[in-house]
């Protein structure tokens, strides 16, 4: 699964990276090294300049809050549990079909983080966990697959500008032979030849776009272990980020 990641570029930045012609970020999100569940993320998408627009549709940048909830869903809490969507899966699931056909997005983070348990034990007699991050070797940016979702709060008025609630949900796959020693599910990349065909709400197919989407080619992340901060997510700072010596983390 995918459930801490790290997230600190400028949304200028990702506007260039993903080349953005519509941002839609009113407030600029601090710098996170810590995003958990629940917390607003940049989200890379493509929607038409308004529904009755005739004209293709236009890549934004959107901040969603990270955990989906369906359009259908009577309580807002299942985004909770919906922070990530198997991939073998996704296409058939109610919860995330109708996303998956045609509201899909690209989740920006700088990496993610994995717990691998160790040979010590907690107070409660569990194995205790070590907090790696992964990262890509080059430093780039990790554009995961993502869904999103509008959900209209029938508690709210209809001129209330809060009426709607953007989320999103993170794609996983069996972890690459890398990382895979640590977690056995990994976030989906997708690599950025294909970022406009995967962000096209005019393609469909169930075979055509999870023939998109490809584990991480081996050697492209690299993982190490991190500072057990991190675990607790009140914590922030890039030193959550920063690596330690491989014998204090597994020791």
């Known amino acids: 699964m995918c459930g801490r990641y790290a997230s600190s570029r400028k949304p200028e ?51 969603l809050r990270w955990g989906l909830v369906p359009s259908w869903a009577k309580d807002p809490g299942i985004g909770n549990r919906l922070i990530n ?15 998956f056909a045609a509201r899909r997005c690209l989740l920006p983070a700088d990496g993610y983080f994995e717990w691998y348990p ?21 430093g780039g ?11 209209r709060d029938p508690t709210r008025d209809d001129d209330d500008p809060d009426r709607f609630r953007w989320t999103c949900t993170v794609l996983t796959t069996e972890a690459e032979d890398a990382v895979g020693h ?14 406009g065909t995967w962000l096209d709400p005019r393609v469909s ?14 050697g492209q992340l690299e993982a190490f272990p991190v500072s057990a901060r ?6 922030n700072g890039p030193d959550l980020v920063e690596p330690i010596p491989l014998e204090d983390a597994l020791s």
């Open 205 to 218: 197919g169930a075979d055509d776009l999870l023939g998109l989407l490809v584990p991480a080619a081996p």
């Open 230 to 235: 991190v675990s607790n997510v009140r914590n």
């Open 182 to 195: 640590i977690h056995d599910r990994m976030p989906l990349m997708v690599e950025r030849e294909r970022w």
């Open 141 to 151: 940016v990790l554009a995961m697959a993502g869904l999103y979702e509008i959900w």
């Open 85 to 99: 969507a198997r991939m073998e899966t996704v296409a058939e699931k109610p919860s995330f079909k109708r996303a």
């Open 13 to 63: 930045d990702l506007v260039e990276e993903f080349e953005v012609v519509d941002s839609r970020v009113e407030q600029p999100l601090e710098p996170d090294y810590n995003v958990a569940p629940t917390k607003e993320v940049y989200a890379v998408m493509e929607r038409k300049p308004s529904r009755d627009s005739e004209e293709d549709p236009q890549r934004q940048l959107r901040t």
């Open 118 to 138: 160790t040979s010590q034990r907690t107070a409660a007699g569990k194995p205790a966990k070590q907090p790696f991050f992964i990262r890509p070797q080059d």
